[in-house]
């Protein structure tokens, strides 16, 4: 199934969150939205589950207008939020049976996937376990086996990340690729996260509720010349003046993370290293290292900005 | 509308319920204190002229019931913001379930626990002198399920309006506690001041506990109709008035809950 989103936009007062965004997601496509907080990507998962409306735009389903508010379409949906959206006083059997209950499915029905859901996701042996019990990958587990009962063909996640360490984020990843290919299922998927955004077949890259980017990590990771060097320095601002007026480079500084970085892109990285070593002996330098540019450098690239900083 | 939906969301909330002892004790202590304390306080010093033998303990029974209804009915449906917070009601929302099946789980799942929690509390009718072979069962259930309906349904109401618990407690003690006081509760209209008995009389609640008196007393409440209820009352103008606060707080909790935000 292909889900096309054509000028969506929704705004909140003189805010506007989502601008114009049109973009298509082919049918069995892991499909992300990418960007930082605030740019607009919890809107445009709210306005694709109907629990935004939006102020313009269509949404087409293969190539039908269609609208998040139709039963019909929310019935082909399976929705993962950003926190798990499950009842922690009941058991995992419990939360799920409510599911299959909201999505119409007969007990006959229903009580064979819940079987298979439990089997599927490790879950069987806490089953009859108040969910307020479980760990974090266990509820986000669970919460995927919930939403997969009616067998949706559209997948919708909002930051499925969040809480997940990285094992955990892994172990989520590969059951749903899996998933995918076995139902053909078509995922959308909105990250701040460039280690979750790697797992996207085609990316879209949001800032302040644009679309300022669409590829496939790949095409997008090509947007950055060559590797990408990264500074550690107590006074950042200096080191990249310094840089600019005799190396002639263009340092970004990134304040995402403490201490902030530099990052510059270079075609011939390693050659650069030694270079800003002898140029910074005493100490100034409180680390330098070298690496293929990741999804987050293309942010940068793009924006002047990390993907940990608020959008403008 | 959806039927498994709606029978889904309501066991959820006796699951929940009866999984939280310490809600069951307090919507059976709290009311269950107040009964005994102001009962027990004010026997000696309450007389309702004209009706010598009905004592505190007796005429503030039914009010206690409404109370165990007004409370237990709020407070299930204000879990409807903490579900909100939670994350719970967005799956709900983003569910093919209809609006009014939402509104009608929440509420029936409040009325299911209050129903059941006036009925445990009811089982100490005798303790106030009412006999439960006297009782005039279908009026006191119909008084029960209409009360409840009602005040879930505005509890529901009021939770989907408001942001936090906290803005839910201002409304329920500047709304609906003062309208419990004025139900004819604590004291008969007869007898209070003239702007306080007409508020009785555009009280809701008031013709929850006249019913509910009405109920208790069975054949035994025309001859003290005028003296504990309301002058010129009747079985059906207290039901009409309770079935239409109910219609009117589903409709106004069905209405908010149809509007996206």
């Given at each position: 199934m292909s889900l096309r989103l054509e000028g969506l936009t929704r705004r909140f007062g003189a805010r506007v969150a989502v601008d114009q965004l049109t973009v298509e997601i082919k049918r069995g496509e892991i499909f992300g939205f990418l960007g930082p907080n605030g740019a607009g990507k919890s809107t445009t998962f709210q306005l694709l589950t109907g629990l935004l409306a939006p102020d313009a735009g269509t949404l087409y389903l293969d190539g039908q207008a269609v609208s998040a508010l139709d039963a019909r379409f929310r019935a082909r949906l399976g929705v993962v939020f950003q926190h798990p959206?499950?009842?922690?006083?009941?058991?995992g059997r419990e939360n799920l049976e409510l599911g299959a209950a909201l999505y119409g499915l007969p007990r006959t029905v229903a009580r064979p996937r819940i079987q298979e859901g439990l089997a599927l996701f490790e879950l069987t042996d806490r089953a009859h376990e108040p969910v307020e019990r479980y760990s974090g990958g266990m509820r986000r587990r669970l919460e995927l086996a919930r939403v997969l009962l009616h067998r949706p063909e559209i997948l919708i996640m909002d930051e499925p990340s969040a809480g997940l360490d990285q094992a955990s984020l892994r172990r989520f990843w590969q059951q749903l690729i899996t998933l995918r290919t076995e139902r053909e299922m078509t995922v959308l998927c909105t990250t701040h996260q460039p280690e979750e955004a790697a797992y996207c077949d085609r990316l879209a890259v949001l800032d302040g509720g644009r679309l300022i980017a669409c590829g496939t990590p790949e095409e997008l990771r090509k947007r950055v010349g060559g590797d990408v060097i990264t500074i550690e320095a107590e006074r950042p601002e200096e080191i990249a003046a310094t840089l600019r007026a005799e190396l002639h480079l263009d340092p970004q500084l990134v304040t995402d993370s403490d201490p902030p970085r530099l990052l510059i892109e270079a075609p011939r990285a390693h050659e650069l290293i030694p270079r800003l070593v002898e140029r910074f002996p005493s100490g100034r330098l409180l680390s330098v290292g070298m690496r293929p540019p990741s999804l987050g450098d293309v942010f940068v690239k793009l924006t002047g900005r990390g993907l940990g900083q608020e959008a403008a | 509308m959806s039927s498994a939906a709606i029978r889904v969301l309501v066991r959820r909330d006796l699951l929940r319920f009866f999984r939280q002892r310490s809600r069951v004790v307090g919507a059976l202590g709290q009311p269950l204190i107040f009964w005994l304390v102001i009962g027990g306080g004010l026997a000696g010093s309450f007389r309702i002229p004209g009706a010598a033998d009905v004592g505190y303990v007796q005429y503030f029974y039914p009010g206690v019931i409404a109370l165990v209804v007004l409370f237990t009915s709020i407070f299930t449906t204000m879990s409807v913001i903490e579900d909100r917070q939670g994350g719970f009601l967005q799956a709900v929302l983003v569910a093919p379930t209809s609006r009014p099946a939402i509104v009608l789980g929440k509420t029936l799942g409040g009325v299911a626990i209050a129903l059941v929690q006036a009925l445990i509390f009811l089982a100490l009718a005798p303790l106030a002198g009412f006999s439960l072979g006297a009782v005039d069962w279908p009026i006191t259930i119909a008084a029960l399920l209409l009360t409840s309906v009602a005040l879930s349904s505005l509890g529901f109401a009021l939770a989907w309006w408001l942001n936090s618990t906290q803005g839910y407690h201002v409304v329920m003690s500047v709304l609906l506690i003062p309208m419990w006081v004025l139900s004819g509760a604590m004291f008969p209209p007869q007898g209070a001041h003239g702007v306080i008995a007409a508020l009785m009389r555009c009280n809701p609640i008031a013709y929850s506990v006249a019913a509910l008196r009405r109920g208790l007393y069975g054949p035994a409440y025309p001859a003290i109709s005028a003296q504990v209820g309301f002058s010129h009352s009747s079985t059906a103008l207290e039901l009409t008035i309770l079935a239409a606060f109910a219609l009117g707080a589903l409709a106004l909790a069905a209405r908010l809950c149809a509007k996206r935000t």
């Open positions: 959206s499950l009842d922690g006083k009941l058991t | -």
